[in-house]
């Protein structure tokens, strides 16, 4: 699947960079006074937490952790694993923002969210870039979402297939030639 696929633009570059603004300005206001930590999900977030650190104006820290990966896979397994971690100290007490590229079945998300709790934070929200409700399966809401997405497999802006396409600057979907 999609070994001959080319990427077609369904966001443009503009359209997030907008996107991304408006997230920025939610959280400077709702994070006011707090220096929350941002907790990047390797590594489809990387390019989203670098755009929207630079747009807070609020005091934050980073970390990152990593789930394990769907592989060649375009679908969730639902056996999500944390296989980067973060250190209890580093989350008790904090007010935690996970920065996610995608909520798509909510598995990996729900898993995330799950694994943080157990550490006692302060709060923890969620941030996307992109929704893709159609195909929830677990519920999980977003508390911060950007654009939302029909049921396509999605690349670029840091989203992957393969391990390629991470790097092109519109969200694009995958179409077989
Ligand atoms: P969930 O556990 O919500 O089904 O999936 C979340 C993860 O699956 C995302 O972090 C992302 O890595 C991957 N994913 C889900 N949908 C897409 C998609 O359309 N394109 C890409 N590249 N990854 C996706
Ligand atoms: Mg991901």
Not at 59 to 74: C, M
Not at 81 to 110: A, F, M, N, P, Q
Not at 117 to 125: D, I
């Amino acid at each position: 699947m999609f070994h001959n696929a080319q990427p077609k633009v369904l966001y443009s570059r503009q359209q997030i960079e907008t996107t991304v603004a408006r997230l920025a300005d939610e959280i400077n206001r709702d994070y006011r006074d707090k220096r929350p930590l941002l907790v990047g999900v390797l590594k489809g977030s990387c390019i989203l937490l670098s755009d929207l650190m630079r747009q807070l104006t609020i005091s934050v820290e980073i970390e990152f952790v990593a789930l394990s990966s769907y592989g060649q896979s375009t679908q969730s397994s639902g056996r999500v694993k944390v296989v980067k971690g973060l250190r209890d100290s580093l989350v008790r007490d904090r007010d935690i923002v996970i920065i996610e590229d995608i909520l798509d079945t909510g598995i990996s998300l729900s898993r995330l969210l799950n694994y943080l709790k157990k550490k006692k934070p302060a709060s923890v929200k969620i941030c996307v870039l992109l929704d893709k409700p159609s195909r929830r399966k677990v519920e999980v809401k977003a508390d911060y979402c950007g654009l939302v997405v029909p049921d396509r497999f999605i690349v670029g802006y840091g989203l992957d297939w393969n391990e390629q396409f991470r790097q092109l600057p519109d969200i694009c979907v995958l179409e077989e030639k």
